[in-house]
Nanobody
Framework: QVQLVESGGGLVQPGGSLKLSCVLS????????LGWFRQAPGKEREFVSI????????YYSESVKGRFTVSRDNAINTLYLQMNSLKIEDTGVYYC????????????????WGQGTQVTVSS
């Protein structure tokens, strides 16, 4: 059974940084593409970033491009999201997700989800 467990969330001031981690178990990391999504209070869950199986391709939403960096270490089945220059609007629950679908760029194909980690950006 595939499991994804996020960590690293917390409270940070605007302009600060956080690094999220997500550990995958139950499946080899090289068999899935991985991604980060987030959900702000009262809003729908939205795409943040995705990374291909071996990490050679990455994609970001326009709202985080240039500030966030996604990476993965398949040797330890771990996905990361380095978040810099955080803004108040980055507040939300951040979810790690995985897909074995060949069309990993279609976010509708992500069918394995973690429980989420809270990120709060506030002064």
């Amino acid at each position: 059974q595939v499991q994804l467990v996020e960590s690293g969330g917390g409270l940070v001031q605007p302009g600060g940084s956080l690094k999220l981690s997500c550990v995958l178990s139950g499946r080899s990391a090289t068999s899935v593409a991985l991604g980060w999504f987030r959900q702000a209070p009262g809003k729908e869950r939205e795409f943040v970033s995705i990374i291909s199986w071996l990490g050679e391709r990455t994609y970001y939403s326009e709202s985080v491009k240039g500030r966030f960096t996604v990476s993965r270490d398949n040797a330890i089945n771990t996905l990361y999201l380095q978040m810099n220059s955080l803004k108040i609007e980055d507040t939300g629950v951040y979810y790690c997700a995985a897909t074995a679908h060949s069309d990993y760029r279609d976010v509708r194909n992500y069918n394995y989800w973690g429980q989420g980690t809270q990120v709060t950006v506030s002064s």
